[in-house]
């Protein structure tokens, strides 16, 4: 079944680029929900950034399921979600999550 994205490839813009890849869910990518929890690991590859999208409520049975999530450039993860711009240079070991007044917070991974 063929992935129906919010956003067209016309409507992503060059605002994060030279990144990378990364892991982002479809709940943000095809629902469009905001990323709610990200966090930065070691790259699996030179092409990976390390990071790891999630709108945050994506439960084992949900992330068991391959064809939830996939690898997408950051760049196309921050136009789905742009206040995480000011994160993406975060180190390595950095998770964040959105609290109840909706900012992001550092927290323990």
Sequence with gaps: MQKKFRLNPTQIAPIALGLGGCLATDR???????????????????????????????DNAYMANNANHGVYDVNTVVNYSPDILPFVHAEVGSAFERNQDHEFVLVEQ
């Excluded at 629902?31 to 966090?39: C, F, R, S, T, W």
């Excluded at 930065?40 to 945050?56: L, T």
């Design 28 to 58: 943000i990518l095809v629902d469009g929900l905001p990323v709610g929890y990200m966090y930065r690991e070691h790259p699996a590859n030179p092409q990976d950034s390390g990071w790891r999208f999630f709108a945050g409520d994506e």
